[in-house]
């Protein structure tokens, strides 16, 4: 894993901008898989930004996001899918058609989960963008999904649910079930930026880096990815840095006591 630790969450928006529009102007054709929430906000803007100064253009590229509720509407505000065009796609020339978001209709859920799956093993992703739950949960396989899981529908764990009532008027008005991408879906992607910020984040951040990788903590999985950047700002990083801290005062005192008794 490579990690950056950024003083702030513009300059990790900064940061994981700089990465894709580098991925991009290689390769303008690319495939790049999709996150919700807050943590993205800041990168889909200086994105927005890139492209309205003619610096890039999104006219090839395709994307697949990797959930979305069950249980509202796409034409919801907090819809993914009306987060998605919100916050990225109006402003941008990518096209109707190369967009990917996992549909939610109740009554064909599954054909739908093995349709999303099809596409994801016909075209590999060449960048998946991630936030981390503070749970540990990437995309929304939450704390004991089997690390082999591709497309499927989840139950969200309460402590989701909680973290993302902010969005919504109260914790009944939350979705209880999403489909997502699985572990699978996600490691199968070429490159992984993960984005992290703020304290809330910090305990998460260290057992992701730090853990044993368990499905216990699904987010300790990326440890496994040979192309995998976690892109942090100081108070998410926090805890991490502390820890290595202890590490390099252990190592410390190991080495004065070899000295002294040799
Ligand atoms: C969103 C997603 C989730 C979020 C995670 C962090 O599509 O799959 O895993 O990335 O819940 O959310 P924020 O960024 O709102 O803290």
Do not use: W
């Not at 930004?49 to 890039?56: C, D, L, P, S, V």
């Amino acid at each position: 894993m490579k990690i950056m630790i950024c003083k702030n969450y513009d300059e990790i928006s900064k940061k994981a901008a700089s990465i894709v529009l580098k991925e991009i102007q290689k390769k303008p054709d690319l495939t790049i898989g999709l996150a919700t929430g807050s943590s993205p906000i800041g990168l889909y803007k200086k994105l927005i930004e890139a492209y309205q100064k003619n610096k890039i253009s999104f006219k090839s590229v395709t994307s697949y996001n990797l959930d979305e509720y069950i249980g509202i509407d796409r034409s919801h505000p907090q819809s993914y899918y009306s987060f998605m065009h919100e916050h990225l796609f109006k402003h941008i020339d990518i096209q109707n058609e190369n967009i990917h978001i996992p549909e939610n209709d109740i009554t064909r859920i599954d054909e739908l989960a093995a349709d999303y799956n099809k596409k994801l093993h016909e075209h590999q992703l060449d960048i998946q963008i991630l936030g981390i739950g503070s749970n540990g949960h990437i995309g929304f396989n939450e704390p004991g999904t089997p690390l082999g899981n591709e497309t499927f529908i989840v139950t969200l764990d309460e402590q989701t649910r909680m973290d993302n009532s902010r969005f919504f008027n109260s914790l009944d008005e939350v979705p209880k079930y999403a489909i997502t991408m699985g572990i699978k879906n996600i490691m199968y992607s070429k490159k992984i930026i993960l984005i992290a910020s703020g304290k809330e984040k910090a305990r998460a951040v260290l057992k992701m880096i730090k853990g044993k990788v368990t499905k216990s903590f699904p987010a300790s999985i990326l440890q496994l990815h040979p192309d995998c950047t976690v892109i942090l700002d100081e108070a998410s990083a926090a805890k991490l840095m502390d820890s290595s801290k202890n590490e390099q005062q252990k190592i410390k005192a190991v080495k004065q006591k070899t000295t002294i008794n040799p």
